[in-house]
C-alpha cells in the first residue's frame, strides 16, 4: 500500500473535505440546540391536515414568542423561549381545545445558564480526554505517535463539525457524546495502525520510514475496513429504523466513524511519517 | 486432544449458550433499568438560589435532599429518584405519575412557614413545628384546615407572639404569601394553631406533609425540564431494539461470511458477550437510556473488531507457513497488545464522559465501559479456547479463509 506516496494527494484531499466546513464554522457557526442556548422544544402528534401556519397561529395567540415550527410527518417540534410548566400546559391545552386529537410526546425546557456550562463542560471533557491520550501514547509509544494521533483527533472532530455546521444540522448535548466516541473510535483505529509500526520498528528489516509505514498500514488495512463496516452496521441500522430522536446523534458518530478509519490509513500515518523523518533528520 | 472428544465439547457448549440464552435474555430484559427517555417520564434539574449571606453548601443540598425524600414518601409520588448533581442542583426523576408535573410543583415548595405580626416582624418559624396534619373544616363548608403543633420552644414563642397581638391579627406566611390573618382573640399558651384558608382536601394534605417534612434550606428554581410522554418512550425503546437486531444480524452474516469458521465462533462469542454486557447492568442497577443502546450496538461493532483483529493476525501467520495450533496461539499473543491499547484509549474517553456526562449521555459512557471491558475477557477466554478446541476438529485452512 503506497500511503507515504500518496500522501500529499490525502492532504489535499482532507483539506478540501475541511476548509468549507471551517469557513462555514466561523461564517454561521452550528445550529446550536435548546441544550446550548436554552428555551424549549414542545413535540406533539397531531391530526392529519394540521399544518405549521396552524401550529405558528396557534402559539402567537399564546403571545408566546420566538417560534420555530418543525413538520416531520403529523409530528411537530415546536421550538419556543423558555416555557414555564403553567405555558406548557396552557399550550397543550388550548391545542387540544382546537384540534381534540392531540397527543403529547415530549417536553424540554432548558434554563439559559445551562447551555454556557454545557459548552465549557464539553470543551473541558474533549480537552481532557486528548490530553489522557496523549500522555497514555506517548507512555505506551513515544511522543512522535502521540502527536500525530492528537492530528488526526483533530481532523476528524473538524470533519463532523464542519459537517454539522455545513448542513445547519441540530447540536445537542448527545452531539458532545458523539465528538467524544468519534474521539474514542477513531484513536482506537489509530492505535491498531501504529501498534503495528511499532511492532516492525522493533524487528527492523533494512527497509526505510516509507516501505515501513506502508507495510505496516498495508498487514492492517484488512482490520481497518472489516472493523468500520462491522460498526457501521448498526450504526447504519439504527439511522434508517431507529426514530427521529437518535437521528443526528448516530449521524454524527457515522460521520466520525467513516472519517476515523479514513483518516487512520492515510493520515495518521502519513504525519507519523513526516514527524519522523524529520525529527530522525534533525 | 482427541478429535472426537472435541467435537463433542462445542457441541455441548454450543448448546449450552443456546438454552441459555433463550432462557436468560427474556428476564435480562424485563429486569433492566429503562432510562426515562425509553419508558416515559419527567426530569427536573433544580438549582438552590443563593441569598445574601447564605452559601449554598453539599450540606445545604444533602439537608434539601433529605427533606425532599420524606416528602416523596410521604405524598406518596411513584418510582422517583433524586440525586444531587454537581453543587448546587438536585435533580428530581420521576417515572411512575400520570401528572409529574404536579408531583414537582408540590415537591419544590420551599414550605417556609412564618408568623408575622401586622409591622412584618417574623415571631415565629416552621423550624419550631413537630407536627402538621390536614382535616375538614367543622363548618360543614367542605374545606379543609391544618392544624399544627409547635415544640416547647415554638409553643412559648407562640404564646408571647399571642399575648402582644391579642386583638391584633397574626399573619401566617407560607413562602412569602400571606395564607390566613386570623385575629387573636386571647393568648394562647398549649403550642396549637390551626390555619384556616381556601384549601381543598389534597391542598390542605399537601401542605401539612410539606410543613411536617419542615422547610427546604433553600428556595430552588427550575433549570432544566425534560418530560418524555410514555407513547414516545415505548415507540423509542421499540424502533431502536428493532434497529439493534437488524444491526446484529449483518454483523452475523459478515463475519461468517468472511471469516468462515472462526466467524461462527466469534457470533456465537457474541451471544455470550451480550449476555455478559446486559447481566452486568442488570447487576449493578446501570440504567438504559437510547444514547445506551446506541452505545450497547456500538460496543458489539468493537467486541467483534477484537475477533477481527485476532483472525487478520492468525491468516498472517498461517500465510508464514505456520501450523494452524501455532498459528492461533501467536495471533492471540500478538494481537492482544493492540486489542489492549486500543481499548485503553476507548476506555479514557468513556471515563471523561462518566464524569462530565449527566442522565442520558452517562447512560452511553455506562454501557460503552462495560461493553469494552466484557468484549476483552470474551475474546481472550471463549473466543481463545473455541478455536483451539475447533483446530482439534479440522486443520483445513480454507475454513480460515486462507
Same mark, same amino acid.
Given at each position: ?18 476548509? /468549507? ?24 402528534k ?5 399544518? @405549521?401556519?396552524?401550529m ?11 417560534a ?6 403529523d ?21 387540544r381545545d382546537?384540534y ?8 424540554? @425546557? ?9 459548552? *465549557? ?10 490530553? !489522557? ?12 505517535f ?20 455545513l ?10 457524546a ?8 477513531? #484513536? ?13 520498528l ?81 | ?32 433499568? !429503562? ?56 435533580? #428530581? ?43 375538614m ?5 367542605g ?42 382573640? =386571647?393568648? #394562647? ?23 411536617? @417534612? ?15 410522554g ?5 415507540d ?20 461468517? =461470511?468472511?471469516?468462515?469458521? /472462526? ?48 483472525y487478520? *493476525?492468525?491468516?498472517?501467520?498461517? *500465510? ?6 501455532? @498459528?492461533?496461539?501467536s ?11 486500543s ?53 483445513n ?6
Amino acid at each position: 500500500m503506497q500511503v507515504i506516496k500518496r500522501r500529499k494527494w490525502f492532504y489535499i484531499l482532507s483539506s478540501i473535505i475541511i476548509i /468549507p466546513g471551517v469557513i462555514s464554522l466561523m461564517l454561521q457557526g452550528l445550529n446550536l440546540g435548546i441544550d446550548f442556548t436554552g428555551g424549549s422544544i414542545t413535540h406533539v402528534k397531531m391530526p392529519p391536515g394540521v399544518t @405549521s401556519a396552524d401550529m405558528r397561529a396557534t402559539i402567537s395567540e399564546l403571545g408566546i414568542d420566538e417560534a420555530e415550527v418543525q413538520k416531520s410527518g403529523d409530528e411537530f417540534y415546536l421550538r419556543t423561549s423558555e416555557l414555564t410548566q403553567e405555558q406548557t400546559d396552557e399550550l397543550m391545552q388550548v391545542l387540544r381545545d382546537q384540534y381534540q386529537e392531540v397527543e403529547f410526546m415530549s417536553a424540554e @425546557s432548558v434554563g439559559a445558564t445551562i447551555g454556557g456550562e454545557l459548552t *465549557r463542560n464539553a470543551l473541558l471533557a474533549i480537552g481532557i480526554a486528548a490530553v !489522557l491520550m496523549l500522555v497514555y501514547i506517548t507512555f505506551r509509544f513515544e511522543w512522535t505517535f502521540g502527536i500525530a494521533a492528537i492530528i488526526a483527533i483533530i481532523h476528524n472532530v473538524l470533519v463532523v463539525l464542519g459537517a454539522f455546521s455545513l448542513f445547519q444540522w441540530e447540536v445537542g448535548s448527545a452531539f458532545i457524546a458523539a465528538i467524544l466516541t468519534v474521539i474514542g473510535y477513531s #484513536i482506537n483505529d489509530t492505535i491498531i495502525i501504529f501498534d503495528r509500526i511499532r511492532e516492525n520498528l522493533r524487528n527492523k528489516r533494512k527497509e526505510d520510514y516509507e516501505e515501513l509505514v506502508n507495510r505496516s498500514v498495508g498487514q492492517t488495512l484488512n482490520r481497518s475496513i472489516n472493523t468500520v463496516l462491522t460498526s457501521a452496521f448498526p450504526l447504519i441500522a439504527l439511522l434508517i429504523f431507529g426514530g427521529s430522536t437518535i437521528q443526528l446523534f448516530i449521524l454524527a458518530m457515522l460521520i466520525g466513524f467513516v472519517t476515523g478509519a479514513y483518516s487512520s490509513i492515510c493520515i495518521a500515518s502519513s504525519t507519523w511519517y513526516d514527524i519522523k523523518t524529520r525529527e530522525a533528520a534533525a | 486432544m482427541q478429535r472426537n472428544t472435541s467435537i463433542a465439547i462445542i457441541a455441548v457448549i454450543v448448546m449450552a449458550i443456546g438454552v441459555i440464552s433463550y432462557f436468560a435474555f427474556p428476564p435480562l430484559f424485563k429486569n433492566i433499568n !429503562l432510562g426515562l427517555d425509553l419508558r416515559g417520564g419527567l426530569r427536573v434539574v433544580l438549582e438552590a438560589q443563593e441569598t445574601e449571606g447564605e452559601e449554598v453548601t453539599a450540606d445545604t443540598i444533602n439537608k434539601a435532599l433529605s427533606i425532599l425524600r420524606t416528602r416523596v414518601d410521604a405524598l406518596g409520588v411513584k418510582e422517583t429518584a433524586l440525586y444531587p448533581q454537581g453543587d448546587k442542583r438536585v435533580v #428530581i426523576e420521576i417515572a411512575g405519575e400520570d401528572d409529574p408535573e404536579a408531583a414537582v410543583n408540590i415537591l419544590k415548595n420551599t414550605a417556609q412557614l412564618q408568623f408575622m405580626d401586622e409591622e412584618g416582624n417574623v415571631l415565629l418559624t416552621g423550624k419550631n413545628l413537630v407536627d402538621a396534619q390536614a382535616r375538614m373544616k367543622q363548618d360543614g363548608s367542605g374545606q379543609a384546615e391544618i392544624t399544627l403543633e409547635f415544640d416547647k420552644e415554638g409553643a412559648r414563642l407562640f404564646g408571647e407572639a399571642t399575648t402582644a397581638n391579642v386583638g391584633r391579627p397574626l399573619i401566617i406566611v407560607i413562602d412569602d404569601e400571606a395564607i390566613s390573618a386570623p385575629k387573636v382573640n =386571647g393568648p #394562647i399558651m398549649d403550642g396549637n394553631a390551626v390555619i384556616t384558608g381556601n384549601f381543598t382536601a389534597k391542598e390542605a394534605q399537601d401542605m401539612a406533609v410539606l410543613l411536617r @417534612s419542615g422547610a427546604l434550606p433553600v428556595s430552588f428554581e427550575v433549570m432544566e425540564k425534560r418530560s418524555i410522554g410514555p407513547t414516545l418512550g415505548a415507540d423509542s425503546l421499540d424502533k431502536s431494539i428493532n434497529a439493534g437486531i437488524v444491526g446484529l444480524i449483518a454483523i452475523l452474516i459478515f463475519m461468517i =461470511g468472511y471469516y468462515r469458521l /472462526p466467524g461462527a465462533i466469534a457470533d456465537i462469542s457474541l451471544f455470550i458477550y451480550t449476555l455478559l454486557v446486559l447481566g452486568t447492568m442488570v447487576a449493578l442497577g446501570a440504567v438504559l437510556t437510547l444514547p445506551g443502546i446506541a452505545g450497547l450496538a456500538l460496543s458489539i461493532g468493537m467486541a467483534v473488531d477484537a475477533n477481527v483483529i485476532i483472525y487478520e *493476525r492468525i491468516k498472517e501467520e498461517l *500465510r508464514l507457513g505456520k501450523t494452524l495450533v501455532a @498459528s492461533i496461539e501467536s495471533g492471540f499473543k500478538r494481537a492482544f497488545v493492540a486489542i489492549f491499547d486500543s481499548n485503553v484509549t476507548t476506555l479514557i474517553t468513556a471515563a471523561v464522559l462518566m464524569y462530565f456526562g449527566t442522565g442520558p449521555i452517562k447512560g452511553f459512557a455506562v454501557t460503552l465501559s462495560i461493553g469494552i471491558v466484557a468484549s476483552l475477557l470474551v475474546a481472550l477466554t471463549f473466543t481463545r479456547y473455541m478455536l483451539i478446541l475447533s483446530a482439534n476438529v479440522t486443520k483445513n485452512k480454507k475454513l480460515y479463509g486462507v
